[in-house]
């Protein structure tokens, strides 16, 4: 018998997020290990056997390990064909890699906790603001000039790919966390309202996890 996959995740967390829309999409059943970062559980010895950076997502499958989203959602394409998360044309595959790496790389780190908590600490909360600001919006920016000739219903054509599993959670999470203005890149903004239309991503929100706090809990 074929023991589940195991997803080490955050509720809150945009990396794991776009793992979790992956699984979703391809229908793979997983167990949740929550890891809860803002009781720093991600530095906890036994889950740096897991993933020795310290982050998450991780993935468990048997004997392999993973510890990187990118990582993981490429293993996962690899392994489970079904509903493929790259097209087949070259040209439009090579958009999806860069629209993933610009959220990736260029937009999504300078947002994780530590950066944040690291500027709240030294420079001021209302820093905070200013630097998500300036940096998603460059990212953006770059995000409608790099799809604005390949989009159709979602961000390369009319089917989930790639670049729609990294978009999805960085426009959800900056709305619910930032209240950050989309009014200047509308192609974004009507992904994003496309994107409330697919259960895959639906059911990877996070206040779709188990390990979201409830009304009267506390994280």
């Known amino acids: 018998m074929t023991s589940k996959l195991q997803l080490y995740s955050f509720f809150m967390s945009g990396?794991?997020?776009r793992v979790r829309?992956?699984?979703n999409l391809k229908g793979i059943d997983y167990e949740y290990k929550a890891?809860?970062?803002f009781k720093n559980e991600q530095h906890r010895p036994e889950y740096l056997k897991i993933n020795p950076i310290g982050y998450v997502p991780a993935l468990v499958d048997g004997d392999i390990v993973l510890a990187d989203s990118f990582a993981i959602i490429l293993y996962?394409?690899?392994k489970y064909p079904q509903h493929p998360l790259l097209p087949r044309d070259l040209?439009?595959?090579a958009i999806n890699y860069q629209a993933a790496n610009i959220v990736s790389s260029s937009i999504q780190p300078l947002l994780r906790l530590p950066v944040m908590h690291y500027i709240?600490?030294?420079v001021?909360?209302?820093a905070k603001i200013e630097w998500v600001h300036k940096h998603v919006a460059k990212g953006f920016a770059a995000l409608e000039i790099l799809l604005k000739d390949h989009a159709g219903k979602y961000a390369t054509g009319d089917e989930i790919y790639l670049a729609d599993v990294f978009l999805a959670p960085q426009i959800i999470g900056l709305s619910e966390r930032f209240n950050f203005d989309m009014s200047a890149y509308p192609l974004l903004s009507r992904l994003s309202e496309a994107y409330?239309?697919?259960p895959a991503i639906q059911n990877a929100l996070p206040e779709n996890q188990p390990d979201f706090p409830s009304v009267e809990g506390k994280i």
């Open 21 to 23: 829309i992956a699984l």
């Open 196 to 198: 409330k239309h697919v």
């Open 35 to 37: 890891i809860n970062l």
């Open 124 to 126: 001021g909360e209302d």
């Open 120 to 122: 709240g600490v030294n």
């Open 91 to 93: 040209a439009k595959k």
């Open 15 to 17: 990396s794991s997020f």
């Open 76 to 78: 996962l394409e690899e």
